[in-house]
Every structure is written in C-alpha cells, then in structure tokens.
C-alpha cells in the first residue's frame, strides 16, 4: 500500500506564496500520473493539478498561471508551487494518483488570509 504524506502547508496573506511537498513510498509512484487535490468543509475534493509520468501538466481553470506541479520521481516526490495566493485557496491540500486513488494522506492545511 502507497503511503502519501503531505507538508509546506501554513498561514499565509493573500498574494503570497507557498511550496507543497508529498513523499510516497513505493516505486509505483514514478509511472503513475499524479494530483493535487483540495477539500474544503463544504465542497467536494477538487483536482487542481496534475501531472503523468513523463511529466504533462493540467490545471483546473481556479489556479492556472498562479499554481505549478512538478514532481521529482528519483525521490518519489510531488511539489505544488503556490503564488498569488488567494482568500478562496483556503483548503486541505492532498496529493494522490488519479484515477482510482491510493489510500489518502493526512493533507496539509493552507489558510490564505484576505
């Protein structure tokens, strides 16, 4: 079982930047295609970037040109670089695969303060 452990999440001002980290462990993770996803109380988890193996990116339409995935497969790892940060980013951020998901992470909380 992949096990998905999130960091880099904190309080930050509207318009500033922060930078995502997920480690998982077993070597599925480099061959698999990759997300970040966001929960908030009262809305569904949502994708906001992903990225496959070989290393394609998308973006939902809420944080294109403001957000970028990467992911380092050497280190079985996924980052989300996070700027221009907004109120309406306030959210758990997780990382899974996509499609039929791993077992989930704790998430990481990002609070973005107007």
């Known amino acids: 079982q992949v096990q998905l452990v999130e960091s880099g999440g904190g309080l930050v001002q509207a318009g500033g930047s922060l930078r995502l980290s997920c480690t998982a462990s077993?070597?599925?993770?480099?061959?698999?295609?990759m997300g970040w996803y966001r929960q908030t109380p009262r809305n569904q988890r949502e994708l906001v970037a992903s990225?496959?193996?070989?290393?394609?990116?998308n973006y939902a339409d809420s944080v294109k040109g403001r957000f970028t995935i990467s992911r380092d497969n050497a280190k079985n790892a996924l980052y989300l670089e996070m700027s221009s940060l907004k109120p309406e980013d306030t959210a758990v951020y997780y990382c899974?695969?996509?499609?039929?998901?791993?077992?989930w992470g704790q998430g990481t909380q990002v609070t973005v303060s107007s």
């Open positions: 899974n695969t996509i499609g039929v998901p791993w077992r």
């Open positions: 077993g070597s599925i993770f480099a061959v698999s295609a």
């Open positions: 990225i496959t193996g070989r290393g394609y990116t």
